[in-house]
């Protein structure tokens, strides 16, 4: 698989050189591309890009907003969020923890726990014997180990190193974690390798040599080789070769 990480900015006013569009990231493989999420300052250039097929994590504007005007392609998410989003797409739902084929890719659903108002997803994609998780929203993963078990790259919340962003409504927390509870998560179900997206203004605004140094540290400790994405970014995943 080839991962492209097109936008890794979260919602948020502030932008940078590395953190300038909205999370999206490219996921290609077999001669195929999958979107997952487009964010709404992705609206006028969707067109151009033409992806095979767009996985919706849920329908926030920052992870769902481009698609306001329709897509080129058919668009994939779970039944709560299909409802949110503009009837004229081509639309397909994917029903949570059933494992779908999308392009040629194996594709399952987490629920995970983020926002009452728009129910989200994290997806784990599969290749082969080669899997990745994408949660770019979190609080908690709801089944955490049948998400993480055996896979080769976390791609998670970058919204907060180590300060969370929580609030309760409901009874329920909502908002994000921080990257040092993910990597804890990481570190217990033994996934190797971790980056983090969708930045929030700790990140953006900060000074990238010591944030990625800090990551990296902080990955050390549990583990997991860990890292901060940027837009542009491209990881080319493959199987180990003991594997």
Known sequence: MILTFLGTRGEIDA?????RRHSVLAVSSGGKTIFVDCGKDWLSTLPTLRPNAILVTHAH???AGGLTHGAPCPVYAARETLRLLPRALDAHVLPRRARRRVCGLAVEAFPVVHSLRAPAVGYRLTAGRLSLFYVPDVVAIVDERAALAGVALYIGDGATITRPILRRRDNTLI?????REQLEWCARQRVPRAIFTHCGSQIVRGDQRTLAALVRRMGREFGVQARIAHDGMRVVLRQAPSE
């Open 61 to 63: 504007p920052d992870h």
């Open 15 to 19: 932008r940078s050189r590395l953190h």
């Open 175 to 179: 908002g994000h974690c921080t990257i």
